[in-house]
């Protein structure tokens, strides 16, 4: 806005400045705009920094929460392992095996000292101990699964070959078991009667009652026919009073193969079939290797079942 002065003549006239006074003035505003200018900067950057200082402190940020998400992780992927440490043990109490040593992962603070010299050591030093930790405790699970593989696959070959099944149709009545005579009904003394009879009909289908191997097909004075099977683990079944063979020796055996048919020969006052157990030699009785919980459909059943894997070979 123009200045004016009142001069001798009592008029008002224009101050005009000088063009001296005018670029002192300018230079005065462009000094004064400068000055303000790196006060307002240095102000902002301190408090907001430089646009790309701005994108590295959000990335950084990210950086911190995925860091954090990937604690949380960790954490969840150790509380999983925990819980296949109580599964393991019940799996290891049930196979007679010993409790698995699951010492705690407890590397020295020093093997993390490198990282030091990274930024935030306090946000990576962490989770790197929880990925050894993750790592030794998975490591640990691997030795103790094969150990529990391994023990299993014994397990099951065991239950393969124990004589845990009747060795005729379960409907069929039963005779005398493990008891001493005070008359044998042929040679009219005292004496033991060491397996369990079966009332069987001449000619009914024999099964072997676990898997093995034939060790003997032949004839006894007392038993008649017979057959006898090792199963392994310290057992083994007789099968006696026999009309026909079905296996011959040396010949291996699954559990529900027909391994002879039913007859009256021996020391036998009628058709039926003489089982025995041995484990180690020493007579067992056979009542308790079988269920009775068991009607004759399901027996032909688990019979024709059992034959049918074996057939195909997928038993166990």
Do not use: C
């Amino acid at each position: 806005m123009p200045k004016y002065y009142l001069d001798s003549d009592l008029r008002y006239k224009r101050i005009r400045k000088t063009f001296k006074q005018k670029l002192i003035r300018i230079f005065l505003f462009l000094v004064v705009s400068i000055f303000v200018s790196i006060i307002y900067h240095t102000i902002y950057f301190h408090y907001r920094g430089s646009a790309k200082e701005q994108i590295l402190e959000k990335q950084l940020q990210e950086v911190k929460f995925n860091y954090t998400l990937l604690h949380r992780e960790f954490d969840e992927k150790l509380s999983g392992v925990k819980r296949i440490e109580s599964s393991d043990e019940i799996y290891r109490s049930i196979l007679n095996l010993g409790k698995f040593n699951y010492t705690e992962y407890d590397i020295p603070i020093e093997e993390y000292e490198s990282f030091n010299y990274f930024a935030y050591p306090e946000i990576i030093v962490p989770v790197y101990k929880k990925l050894d930790t993750l790592n030794y405790l998975i490591s640990k699970e691997e030795s103790s699964y094969y150990e529990l593989e391994k023990e299993t696959q014994l397990w099951l070959h065991k239950i393969e070959h124990l004589p845990y099944i009747t060795p005729v149709n379960i409907v069929i009545e039963r005779g005398d078991g493990i008891m001493l005579r005070e008359k044998h009904p042929i040679l009219g003394r005292p004496a033991w009667h060491h397996g369990q009879d079966f009332s069987t009909p001449m000619g009914t289908p024999v099964y072997a009652t676990g898997a093995g191997k034939v060790i003997y097909v032949g004839v006894d004075k007392g038993l008649g026919n017979f057959v006898k099977i090792d199963h392994g683990y310290g057992y083994q079944t007789i099968y006696g009073h026999l009309s026909e063979f079905k296996v011959k020796r040396n010949q291996e055996v699954k559990r529900g193969d027909l391994i002879a048919l039913s007859g009256n020969t021996g020391y036998s006052t009628g058709p039926h079939l003489h089982y025995e157990i041995h484990l180690y030699g020493k007579y067992q009785n056979p009542l308790h290797f079988f269920e009775d919980d068991m009607d004759e459909e399901e027996y032909i059943v688990m019979i024709n079942t059992l034959n049918e894997l074996f057939r195909k070979g997928d038993y166990f």
